[in-house]
């Protein structure tokens, strides 16, 4: 929510061009979203803040956890695509759903972190050497990077149609 209300409110406050200049950047504050509700512009903003304030917050709908690269191409039109016929998702061109996308790793996408750390013996501190997998532990994870992808709607009444909606998108790129 908070995202798209800075999309919105972007251009007549310049937020994006604001990141490129640090003295712009610091007077940024959580006052903008008084100015954005005292100004006349900006109605679809100032229905986010008081959806906001009123605690009526986009729902959760579903989530799928990935471990290869799938997550990537999925859009929130594919997911409208999939949604039952008649349905306000599908006949939309903005369909009022959000998929948010995180991933998870050790720092190293899908590597193993420990492949890239060098041990020393105490009683030879010249010489490094690498520990393959099997002598670190046998409690090390196989997988090392995984992504989660998270399903709201911005209307309630659209939760059930986005929850078929999403399983059915999941299932066709799986």
């Known amino acids: 929510m908070i995202g798209d209300f800075l999309c919105l409110v972007d251009e007549e406050f310049g937020i994006s061009s604001s990141l490129e200049n640090c003295e712009d950047y610091l007077v940024l504050t959580d006052a903008i979203l008084n100015e954005v509700e005292r100004s006349k ?15 009526n ?6 989530q799928h956890k990935f471990k290869s690269s799938v997550h ?5 039109k594919d ?4 949604a039952p016929e008649g349905s306000r998702l ?11 996308k995180y991933s ?9 972190p420990i492949d890239s750390v060098r041990f020393y013996n105490s009683k030879d501190e010249n010489n490094s050497f690498f520990v393959s997998k099997d002598e670190v532990s046998e409690l090390l994870p196989n997988v090392f ?8 709607v911005v209307h309630p009444e659209d939760f059930q ?6 399983k059915r998108c999941i299932k066709e790129f799986l």
Do not use: H
């Open 41 to 55: 512009k900006c109605e679809q903003a100032q229905k986010i803040i008081k959806r906001l304030r009123m605690r």
């Open 57 to 62: 917050l986009y729902s959760f709908v579903a």
């Open 72 to 76: 990537k191409i999925i859009t929130e």
């Open 79 to 82: 997911v409208a695509r999939f």
């Open 90 to 100: 599908k006949n939309s061109r903005n369909p009022g759903i959000k998929l948010r």
């Open 104 to 112: 998870f790793n050790y720092g190293m996408q899908d590597r193993n």
């Open 145 to 152: 990077n995984e992504t989660i992808l998270q399903l709201y």
């Open 161 to 166: 149609d986005a929850e078929i909606a999403f």
